[in-house]
């Protein structure tokens, strides 16, 4: 059997890593990751133990050349579209950029696999950021909600949504959607509510900030994975999964960010820690509530998440306290 070729694009991203090391744990498989050059720098350090194993390719996705030419290279059979601007409050400050990098860097992958007449399976990383303002009578969220996008980068998620299943129905592309929840680790970008909450602790703790966290609101709602359980069903959506279609992964249970940072406060070798809310980590509009059911997906896939979100917390502190 011939090894399987794997393109991870924004492989050196928190979700790109993860994906890179469950990938590398399959017998013959061959990883290919995109990466934007101002990035190798930093960005690298998130693959630093894996990054000999795998072929980076510098692309920016917006470019069609640029993502004819690695794919040429690539000839992959499968492809993880992960590489995003990703952070909600970056889209309220720059939604052109949102929109621009998320929708035109998904179409051109499908253009490029077109026109090369490639064959792969392409997984569309969704979000429930997609269903924005959910209704009491629709919690817990199914596939079937309204979608009611409170951002732009939720607008622009909905647009790679709609796309990938265009592309199926129109042209017979191999695509399959995840609307994936929360979810959080190692390696979070410090911008995240949990890692932002993690690091801070850790500076408290060496005495670099004093005993008080900057918080946004504390009373939405989110259902949280680890992002390691959520890397394994990226790769079961791409197994099992319907093309053209929409599938929620999530826990189906809910914590508030004020929870959140309890937990995180209570795992703290200092005590007497307090919060403080401040106008820049407040969005101009926030989703309540986010609670997902993936009974869909776990039908399609067997899927259950394995690690306790307690220990996603610890484990994101622990890396706070060793990478600050």
């Known amino acids: 059997m011939k090894n399987k070729k794997i393109l991870i694009t924004g492989l050196t991203g928190f979700v790109g890593s993860h994906l890179a090391e469950y990938c ?8 290919y990751g995109t990466v ?30 640029a993502v004819q030419r690695i794919l040429a290279k690539a000839q992959p059979d499968k492809i993880f579209h992960l590489a995003a601007q990703s952070f909600v409050p970056t889209s309220w400050q720059s939604p052109e950029d949102t929109l621009m990098n998320n929708i035109m860097a998904e179409l051109n992958i499908f253009e490029s696999v077109r026109e090369l007449g490639l064959n792969p399976v392409i997984h569309i990383a969704g979000s429930s950021e997609e269903y924005g303002l959910a209704r009491e009578n629709e919690v817990p969220i199914k596939e079937e909600n309204p979608l009611r996008p409170l951002s732009p980068y939720a607008v622009s998620k909905v647009a790679q949504d709609n796309l990938a299943c265009q592309y199926y129905y129109s042209y017979g592309l191999k695509t399959v959607v995840t609307r994936a929840f929360n979810h959080e680790g190692p390696r979070r970008g410090e911008q995240f509510v949990t890692s932002d909450f993690a690091k801070q602790i850790a500076k408290i703790e060496k005495n670099k900030q004093e005993p008080v966290i900057f918080v946004g609101n504390l009373d939405a709602k989110r259902d949280y994975s680890d992002v390691r359980d959520i890397v394994d069903a990226y790769w079961l959506a791409t197994e099992k999964c319907k093309f053209g279609e929409p599938y929620n992964i999530c826990s189906g249970k809910n914590w508030t960010i004020k929870s959140v940072l309890d937990f995180l406060i209570s795992k703290s070798t200092k005590k007497n820690i307090k919060a403080k809310q401040v106008p820049e980590k407040m969005r101009p509009s926030d989703v309540p509530i986010l609670l997902g059911d993936c009974s869909k997906f776990k039908k399609a896939t067997g899927w259950e998440p394995k690690i306790p979100f307690e220990k996603t917390l610890e484990d994101t502190l622990n890396y706070w306290r060793d990478n600050f």
Do not use: A
Not at 56 to 64: I, K, P, S
């Open 24 to 31: 590398l744990n399959i017998p013959g498989t061959q990883i």
């Open 36 to 65: 934007l050059s101002h990035h190798l720098g930093n960005e690298l350090e998130r693959i630093k133990n894996i990054k000999d194993k795998i072929v980076l390719l510098e692309c920016n996705l917006t470019n069609r050349i």
